[in-house]
């Protein structure tokens, strides 16, 4: 059975930092790209960050110079790095695998295992 343990998310100030998790399990993790994906209410789901198994990443142009995506292969864990946060950063917040071959990308398709998600809310 496939779980995903996603944490991290919080409340913050514009201008300021938080780090999310997600821990996988029940799945190959190691041959998978990962990717961070967010949404706000009655918005589609926006794709910004991506990253293969060995660690080559890229990003949307909304986040690009403020976060960073990074992986600890060992410990079946993504996580995602949130420096300068604007108001604009308030969304649910979601972790998602693809399947195993696929390569970087900020699209949903091929992603099939998904975070619960977890609230980033940033006051100005």
């Avoid at 996988?24 to 910004?48: C, I, K, Y």
């Amino acid at each position: 059975q496939v779980q995903v343990a996603e944490s991290g998310g919080g409340l913050a100030q514009a201008g300021g930092s938080l780090r999310l998790s997600c821990t996988f399990s029940g799945l190959t993790f190691d041959d998978r790209t990962m990717a961070w994906f967010r949404q706000v209410p009655g918005n589609e789901r926006e794709g910004f960050s991506s990253i293969t198994p060995g660690g080559k990443s890229i990003y949307g142009n909304s986040v690009k110079g403020r976060f960073t995506v990074s992986r600890d292969n060992a410990k079946r864990t993504l996580y995602l790095q949130m420096d300068s946060l604007i108001p604009g950063d308030t969304a649910m917040y979601y972790c998602a695998a693809r399947r195993p071959g696929l390569g970087l990308s900020i699209l949903a398709d091929g992603y099939n295992y998904w975070g619960q998600g977890t609230q980033v809310t940033v006051s100005s």
